[in-house]
Nanobody
Framework: QVQLVESGGGLVQAGGSLELSCAAS????????MGWYRQAPGKQRELVATITSGGSTNYDDSVKGRFTISRDNANNSAYLRMSSLKPEDTAVYYC??????????????WGQGTQVTVSS
């Protein structure tokens, strides 16, 4: 069993900053990619950023230059530093990880989500 737990969401004014954290735990043998996705009310879940175990990153165009994803492989954790936040960044942010676990296969896991609200 693998669990992902996010933290760090909250309410911030436009132009402000927040950092999200994601900790993976359980019977983990290896994690390939970790990522952050978000879902705003009435919209589909969308990719924000991903990072591989080797440190390669990918960002949605809407957050490039404002958000930074990082990772601590030793602690199975990922982070999302968000700066210059805009009201349109308001959403529930979900952590995702592609994990090889004691189940004996590679599987996608999701956290429960953390709310980020940016006021104008």
């Amino acid at each position: 069993q693998v669990q992902l737990v996010e933290s760090g969401g909250g309410l911030v004014q436009a132009g402000g900053s927040l950092e999200l954290s994601c900790a993976a735990s359980g019977s983990i043998f290896s994690i390939h990619a970790m990522g952050w996705y978000r879902q705003a009310p009435g919209k589909q879940r969308e990719l924000v950023a991903t990072i591989t175990s080797g440190g390669s990153t990918n960002y949605d165009d809407s957050v490039k230059g404002r958000f930074t994803i990082s990772r601590d492989n030793a602690n199975n954790s990922a982070y999302l530093r968000m700066s210059s936040l805009k009201p349109e960044d308001t959403a529930v942010y979900y952590c995702n990880a592609y994990v090889y676990s004691a189940v004996g296969s590679w599987d996608n896991y999701w956290g429960q989500g953390t709310q980020v609200t940016v006021s104008s």
